[in-house]
């Protein structure tokens, strides 16, 4: 069983930054893919970002390339994202989420495709 605890949302001016923060309990967080998805008032969740077991394949999606950052410290059992030039569409609930996957190398973008969830953070931007 793996809990996943989500940090370091808030309130944002838009072009502002937040960092989010995802710790992991247990000893086997290296096992896990893991990845940031968001869900918006009334809108399905959806993929933010994705990092493998290794940390060295990561994967964006096309709204947030260029401005999000995934990164993971398996010596700490976390994984963050750092999120620059924010706008008011990237309000939503943050969760992340772990993916049991065989190969290190491999990132997923399906959250069927992941195992566990955290309760997830809120990050609002305001215009």
């Known amino acids: 069983q793996v809990q996943l605890v989500e940090s370091g949302g808030g309130l944002v001016q838009a072009g502002g930054s937040l960092k989010l923060s995802c710790a992991s309990s247990?000893?086997?967080?290296?096992?896990?893919?893991m990845g940031w998805f968001r869900q918006a008032p009334g809108k399905e969740r959806e993929f933010v970002a994705a990092?493998?077991?290794?940390?060295?394949?990561?994967i964006y999606a096309d709204s947030v390339k260029g401005r999000f950052t995934i990164s993971r410290d398996n010596a700490k059992n976390t994984v963050s994202l750092q999120m620059n030039s924010l706008r008011p569409e990237d309000t939503a609930v943050y969760y992340c989420?772990?993916?049991?996957?065989?190969?290190?190398?491999?990132?997923?973008?399906?959250?069927?495709?992941?195992?566990?969830w955290g309760q997830g953070t809120q990050v609002t931007v305001s215009s």
């Open positions: 989420a772990a993916d049991h996957a065989t190969f290190i190398t491999v990132a997923r973008t399906t959250s069927n495709d992941y195992d566990y």
């Open positions: 990092i493998s077991r290794s940390g060295t394949k990561l």
């Open positions: 247990g000893r086997t967080f290296s096992s896990y893919a």
